[in-house]
């Protein structure tokens, strides 16, 4: 499918108008200044668009210190929802049951609420709420309780004994200060930790569980007030159209059917209003052949076929009819062509996954074929690439990275025999960490032929150096490379509220900025365009019974889809820390396409190095109040321009 102008959504009738998206939101409220991850810990909160960044987390301390267990992502498995101006999470730690309640509390404040409920009658641990202070803003800061003179952070540690407090907490520094409002008396302990090398400032807050009886609930109420300088200072950004990379040929997604009920519209909604250069599907090939000894094909031809197989296939023709490209993934595998008992959780030993049984490779290839040739002559779709979902891990199928290389030898070698155009996807792997995996492959000769692209899974690893190894690859293999599951919590299903928060759709759309600049991917493909993981809300999904409707995520992937096909990677710098920033064009179109993320407040922005020929820009914001918000053409005079950046938005820039 392919979209030279600007997309805009069709009119048709799933599309609200601007005020009623406003007024829906995920739960029909709006949204904070305080930022609360699904697991509990604040991250900061927010002061006119700039992040006041700290974390807090609630821990659980072995009497005499010997561990400390705190909330943190996928260590728990919590609870989120938005209840109007508050945000509460529900988890637990050991035997401890919390429930905390963010609630805003004007600017730059936050009331929180700790309750905690003991499910054992003796409880020798303790439980705190506790505070971790960013080390570039408080490394020289001071700390302050109740009236008395201030005191260096870094000399507070205060051992074993407690600091009463009756009213508040102050931590002070040049460019921050964070405080703590006691409603009651309590105590801090100050402690130094070292993590990574960095010495940091712990603040705990006890809340008192010691003779909690069983089953009775304690409650700690605290109000935190961050403020600080904004940094209004103008940003400059400088574009390179000489230093040219990869092609960007489009956004694309993930169609894994899994909700028969609520995907459709979902995926006729994403169809309709997206451009998409790339769709994954998947091959259900547990249901293609259960039993080693019948012919698929056979099977398939007598009417005989696995109605999840069908509907798989069927998905995979209407992208194909659509001119997007397939990568066609099998999450497991039948139990005649795995070592061991099936199993989709980690076991005793925490692995994931079955291997395949190598004495059965002869039918493993021909299975996979066989699919691969039934779709293509009975749907019509040449699949073009083929691999294993985070076969590094084991979901739910394992390997090492030597068998993953094997394995692209021989299935590719037999695919080509029986003259089959589909290749392997090198990698495929469950995040950006898990470079190494495609390394054996990588340094194989003989594979090389076979492989026709390389992808990995956005999830974790957003780490400048680790993303670069995945450039390096894609650049040393002369190959595409694929984000073949794009977006950053892979048990956000957990807590699905969180899909309508900005912090999420901002935290998405600016780890998608990174990737374009540093990865040079050819797609990245959203996890998922279905109602798992939607971008919108409504419809019933997730329990929301409103009108289906776009959120603040499906525009930023609008926009972002809107990038015209095949731009190039090009070099473009900000002197600023909170915008990130990608570049895109094609010197012999004259077009260009550029993606900011502003991090922090409204300010006002200096471009250098457009073309001398481009007089102008077309600009479009996305965030809290705009979906993809066209704004005033941005006059170009001599390679440069000049704009306003909105405060925490998604913009993109575009040459006519």
């Known amino acids: ?115 905690v409920r003991a499910t054992t009658k003796e409880n020798a641990n303790q439980v705190f709420f506790n505070l971790s202070l960013p080390y570039e803003y408080y490394a020289n800061g001071k700390l302050q309780v109740d009236h008395e003179n201030p005191v260096s952070l870094a000399g507070a540690d205060s051992g074993a004994a407690a600091r009463p407090v009756m009213h508040a907490v102050r931590f002070v520094s040049r460019l921050r200060q964070l405080e703590v409002l006691f409603t009651e008396p309590g105590s801090v302990f100050i402690k130094r930790e070292t993590s990574k090398g960095i010495s940091r400032t712990q603040i705990y807050i006890p809340i008192p569980v010691q003779h909690l009886p069983d089953e009775q609930t304690v409650s700690k109420t605290f ?35 899994q909700n028969a009920k609520a995907d459709p519209q979902v995926i006729d909604y994403c169809l309709e209003n997206l451009r998409l250069a790339w769709g994954r599907v998947e091959m259900p090939w547990l249901f293609w052949q259960p039993d080693i000894n019948e012919n698929p094909i056979e099977e398939a031809r007598a009417g005989r076929l696995n109605s999840r197989v069908q509907k798989a296939m069927e998905m995979a023709q209407r992208l194909n009819k659509m001119g997007i490209p397939i990568v066609l993934t099998a999450w497991s595998a039948p139990t005649w062509a795995i070592v061991g008992t099936p199993h989709f959780r980690p076991g005793a030993d925490g692995v994931w996954g079955n291997p395949l049984d190598q004495t059965k490779e002869a039918e493993i290839y021909k299975s996979i074929a066989d699919y691969i040739d039934y779709l293509k002559e009975q749907y019509g779709v040449e699949v073009r690439l083929f691999s294993f979902n985070e076969s590094d891990l084991g979901i739910n199928i394992r390997q090492t990275g030597e068998e993953h290389a094997a394995l692209i030898r021989g299935l590719g070698a037999y695919l080509v025999s029986r003259g089959l155009k589909t290749k392997m996807l090198l990698g495929d792997n ?68 969180i899909f309508g928060e900005p912090l999420y759709a901002m935290e998405e759309i600016n780890l998608y900025t990174r990737l374009l600049a540093i990865c040079q991917p050819e797609s990245i493909l959203q996890w998922q365009l279905t109602a798992d993981y939607s971008p919108l809300a409504g419809g019933g999904i997730f329990g929301h019974e409103e009108p289906l409707h776009p959120t603040q995520r499906f525009w ?81 005079k001599k390679g440069r321009a000049r704009f306003t950046l909105d405060s925490y938005a998604y913009t993109t820039l575009m040459s006519k």
């Open 1 to 115: 499918m392919k979209c030279k102008k600007l997309c805009k959504p069709k009119s048709f009738r799933m599309i609200l108008p601007v005020t009623g998206l406003l007024l829906l939101g995920f739960n029909g409220t709006g949204y904070s200044q305080t930022e609360v991850e699904p697991w509990g810990n604040i991250i900061g909160i927010r002061v006119n668009g700039q992040p006041m960044a700290f974390e807090t987390s609630l821990r659980v301390v072995s009497k005499d210190w010997s561990y400390i267990k705190s909330t943190g992502q996928e260590k728990q498995r919590p609870k989120y929802k938005r209840s109007g101006n508050q945000q509460i999470v529900t988890t637990a730690i050991d035997s401890f049951h919390f429930t905390e309640v963010i609630e805003e509390a004007g600017k730059g404040s936050a009331k929180i609420n700790i309750q």
């Open 223 to 257: 109000v935190l007030k961050a403020s600080g300088e904004i940094d209004r200072m103008p940003v400059t950004l400088r574009l390179d159209t000489l230093v040219t990379g990869r092609a960007f040929k489009g956004f694309g997604g993930n169609f894994r059917l």
């Open 430 to 497: 469950s995040d950006a960490t898990t470079y190494s995996f495609i390394y054996p492959a990588m340094n194989d000769p003989a594979a090389y032929p076979y492989i026709g692209a390389i992808s990995f899974h956005s999830w974790r690893g957003w780490e400048t150096e680790i993303l670069e190894k995945w450039a390096e690859a894609a650049a040393k293999m002369r190959l595409p490379l694929l984000v073949g599951e794009g977006s950053i919590d892979a048990a956000a299903w957990n807590y699905p509220d």
């Open 556 to 636: 930023n992937l609008k926009q972002l889809s809107s990038t015209p096909e095949n731009l190039k990677a090009m070099a473009i710098t900000s002197d600023r820390p909170l915008i990130s920033c990608a570049a895109l064009g094609d010197n012999q179109t004259g077009l260009y396409t550029l993606h900011l993320v502003n991090n922090g407040t409204t300010r006002k922005v200096n471009l250098y190095g457009l073309p001398d020929r481009i007089k102008t820009l077309r600009i479009y914001t996305t965030d809290e109040k705009w979906n993809m918000q066209e704004g005033r053409q941005i006059p170009v």
